[in-house]
């Protein structure tokens, strides 16, 4: 019998992820009604959610202007790109940057971002806001 066995999620840690507000992110308990999951490697800067787990990984590189349109969630851009499996969602005017996997299960997508608008809020501004 296995017990007490569980899966941790495994993530890669982003180069840009020991900038302050990544090393100490305010990451949610819950995301949308999703429990936090272990993280494998367990770092400050990678959360998850969920099975299919919602990925989150702060302190990937900072996207520039795009032909993609950029949405506002809560006054936080985010530059989705649609994946075989989901949406990865990538914020915006900051730098670096924090970047939001969405499994296709959670579809809408968007209606999870609120829950990640303080962790990105909290990097650093690189003067590129959504218009």
């Known amino acids: 019998m296995l017990s007490g066995c569980s899966s941790a999620v495994a993530v890669s840690v982003p180069g840009g992820a020991d900038v302050p507000a990544c090393a100490d992110a305010s990451w949610p308990g819950m995301v949308s009604g ?6 494998d490697p367990a770092d400050p800067a990678v ?12 302190g990937v590189a900072a996207i520039g202007p795009s032909e993609t349109e950029c949405i506002d969630v809560d006054g936080q851009g985010w530059v989705p790109e649609p994946l075989s ?47």
Do not use: K, M, Q
């Not at 999703?34 to 993280?39: N, Q, V």
């Not at 969602?89 to 299960?105: K, T």
């Open 34 to 39: 999703l429990e936090r999951r272990d993280t």
């Open 47 to 58: 959360a998850a959610w969920g099975d299919p787990a919602v990925v989150a990984r702060c």
């Open 85 to 131: 499996d989901g949406t990865r969602f990538v914020s915006f005017g900051r730098d670096p940057a924090l970047e939001v996997l969405v499994p296709s299960d959670y579809d809408p997508a968007p209606l999870l971002l609120p829950a990640f608008t303080e962790v990105a809020g909290a990097l650093p501004r690189n003067g590129l806001d959504c218009r």
